[in-house]
């Protein structure tokens, strides 16, 4: 499908003196309109160096949908490096609009936009997200494949349509969390996921935290192997 409509400026800083985030917005009309406003972190360094640099996109939760950007830095690897953190790769946090859910046209349209226009290392992309951002990353993971080194959904639902592409991440290195108590997004569908991928052959890491209940984000974004063995692995 012909791209109608390419659409990228930056709109302003953050209110805080932490610049190396900034606030985008992206517009692309493909099949259907896709319009994501983002935030977009680049590391030490970045500008001053030549290298491509690994890309990090996190999908958040349904709490943090609208049209406030600062949301998306509430949880996960913004929060993770705005409290003093360094994470050596570039981070994407695009903000899902009200009252909708992730679709991954829009996340995959998005993320090639990102790193096309910005030095990424095509074969260190990375999708993490929580809640429904765990379900944006099931999503988008099985339908987008070929986007990505590795998946990290955090107590997220089943996308059901993923079953019938389990064979596209079969080989892909994932790494599922979710709280043994959660009773907003039971572990069931975590459970059920890591089966098939199982049965798949997919070698893939679970952790469940015994005495979680729906925050399964704040251990998994706070510790620091979590980020490594994010970055060491690649296409």
């Given amino acids: 499908m012909k791209n109608f409509l390419v659409l990228f400026f930056i709109v302003g800083m953050y209110s805080t003196s932490f610049s190396q985030i900034t606030e985008h917005s992206f517009e692309e009309k493909i099949e ?83 790193m096309k226009e910005n030095r990424i290392d095509k074969s260190r992309v990375y999708l993490t997200g929580l809640s429904m951002g765990g379900y944006g990353v099931w999503a988008t993971g099985g339908e987008y494949p070929e986007l990505f080194a590795s998946l990290a959904p955090v107590c997220g639902a089943i996308y059901r349509p993923i079953y019938r592409n389990i064979s596209h991440i079969k080989d892909m290195p994932i790494w599922v969390f979710h709280g043994a108590l959660d009773d907003v997004v039971l572990p069931e569908n975590s459970n059920q996921m890591v089966k098939t991928l199982k049965e798949a052959g997919n070698d893939v890491k679970y952790t469940i935290y015994p005495f979680a209940n729906h925050n399964s984000w704040e251990e998994t974004y706070n510790n620091p192997e979590f980020y490594s063995w994010m970055l060491a692995q690649k296409k």
Wanted: hydrophobic share 40%.
């Fill in 32 to 114: 259907m309109s896709v319009k994501l406003d983002y935030a977009l972190y680049t590391p030490d360094g970045y500008n001053d160096s030549k290298i491509d640099f690994p890309l990090i996109v996190f999908l958040h939760g349904a709490g943090e949908r609208g049209k406030d950007l600062s949301k998306v830095s509430v949880h996960g690897p913004l929060k993770y490096v705005k409290d003093g953190n360094k994470i050596d790769a570039v981070i994407l946090a695009p903000q899902c609009p009200e009252g909708v859910y992730w679709q991954p046209h829009e996340v995959a349209a998005l993320v090639k936009n990102v």
